[in-house]
C-alpha cells in the first residue's frame, strides 16, 4: 500500500502524432481515438484549425465512450515522445491532376514536417500518407536518417481493400470474406495479384473469367482518381484514414500482422534503394520482416517497371529540393 507521501503513480499512455489536419489526417485522429488506440496529437500549419477539431472530437468523447486525449497544435513541441508520427500533410490531388502532379509541393512540404517531428520524437515510428505516397516515403527516409524498420508509406493496405471492395461488389460477397493484396507503387503502375485473391480460400480465378478480373484491376489502379473525378473538391480521406488506422493498431497492439507496406528495399525482389510495397509484418518495432513472394515473371516484371517509375520520381524530386535549398 502507497503512503500519502509517494509521488503519485502516472501511467504513460502511447500518443500518435498526425501531421496534416485536413480530411485524411483529422478522420484517422477520429477513428484512432475512437478506438482507444492511443492519446492524438493533431498538427497543422493554420492556427485554431487543428485546436477546433480537436475539440470537437473531445467533445464526443462521452458518446463515443472513450477517455483518449487528443491535442490540437500548430508547435511541434506538442508532438514530444510520439511513439508513431503519421505525415498527411500537402496538398491534395484535383481532377484532371496525378499524383506526380503533387511531387514539387509536396516534397517540400513532407521533409520539413519529417525533420521537425524527428528532432522531438527521436525513438518515433513513422508512416507517410502524403502523395506521391512511395517518392514521399523515400524523401522522409532521408531526411530522418531513420532505420526502414521505422519508416513505411501507406498504400497497399489502402489498394488491397479497393480490390476486396471490388471483387465483393461484382460476387455480391461480405467484403469481409474477400482477401486480396496490391504491391508496387502508389499509382497506375499498382500490381494487384490477381492470383492471391480469395473468397473464403476460395481463388477468385475460379469465381470470375479474366476478362472480369482484368476489369476490376484496372478499377484498383484508377480507384483514388475516380474518386477524385466524383468529387471534384478533394479526394478519398475515409478509406485512406481506415487504411492507416489498421498499420497504427498492428504498430501500437504488437499483432504481427502481414500488410501490403510501403518500404525500402535493400535487395528483395531483385530491387534496392527504392521504396515500394511489398508484404510485411508490423509490429511494436515497426516493420519486423519483408516477406518475398514467388511471382512469375510477368508479375516481377509489373513490380520492375512500377519501382523504375518511382526511382525517376525520386530523383526528380531530389533534384527539385536541390534547387529549391540553392534559391
Known amino acids: 500500500m502507497s503512503s500519502s507521501s509517494d509521488p503519485p503513480i502516472v501511467c504513460s499512455l502511447p500518443r500518435v502524432t498526425i501531421i496534416g489536419a485536413g480530411r485524411v489526417g483529422s478522420t484517422l485522429a477520429q477513428r484512432i481515438a475512437e478506438k482507444n488506440l492511443a492519446d492524438v496529437v ?31 497544435t500548430n508547435n511541434y513541441i506538442d508532438t514530444s515522445g ?29 521533409v520539413e514536417a519529417a525533420k521537425n517531428a524527428i528532432a522531438h520524437s527521436p525513438n518515433a515510428i513513422f ?14 527516409w532521408q531526411a530522418t536518417g531513420l532505420p526502414r524498420d521505422r519508416i513505411m508509406g501507406m498504400a497497399g493496405v489502402l489498394d488491397s481493400a479497393r480490390f476486396e471492395t471490388f471483387i465483393a461488389l461484382e460476387l455480391g460477397v461480405l467484403p469481409a470474406d474477400v482477401k486480396a493484396m496490391v504491391l508496387g507503387s502508389h499509382g497506375d503502375l499498382m500490381v494487384p495479384l490477381s492470383r492471391y485473391a480469395t473468397v473464403n480460400g476460395i481463388p477468385v480465378t475460379e469465381l470470375l473469367d479474366a476478362a472480369t478480373i482484368e476489369r476490376l484491376v484496372e478499377r484498383t489502379r484508377n480507384g483514388g482518381a475516380e474518386i477524385v473525378e466524383l468529387m471534384q473538391t478533394g479526394g478519398a480521406f475515409f478509406a485512406p484514414a481506415s487504411a492507416t488506422s489498421v498499420m497504427v493498431e498492428s504498430i501500437l497492439l504488437n499483432q504481427s500482422r502481414l500488410l501490403p507496406v510501403a518500404v525500402y528495399l535493400e535487395g528483395e525482389y531483385g530491387l534496392t534503394d527504392v521504396v515500394i510495397g511489398v508484404p510485411c509484418r508490423l509490429g511494436c518495432g515497426g516493420i519486423e520482416s519483408v516477406l518475398e513472394l514467388n511471382l512469375t515473371d510477368e508479375e516481377t516484371e509489373a513490380l520492375h517497371t512500377s519501382a523504375e517509375s518511382v526511382r525517376q520520381n525520386i530523383r526528380r524530386s531530389q533534384e527539385i529540393l536541390a534547387t529549391t535549398i540553392k534559391a
Open 42 to 72: 493533431l498538427l497543422d500549419i493554420l492556427e485554431g484549425m487543428p485546436q477546433g477539431l480537436a475539440l470537437d472530437l473531445t467533445e464526443a468523447r462521452g458518446i463515443e465512450l472513450h477517455n483518449r486525449q487528443i491535442i490540437g
Open 82 to 110: 510520439s511513439q508513431i508520427v503519421v505525415i498527411t500533410a500537402g496538398i491534395p490531388r484535383k481532377p484532371g491532376m496525378s499524383r506526380d502532379d503533387l511531387l514539387k509541393t509536396n516534397a517540400k512540404i513532407v
Open 127 to 140: 508512416i507517410v500518407v502524403t502523395n506521391p505516397l512511395d517518392v514521399m516515403t523515400y524523401l522522409a
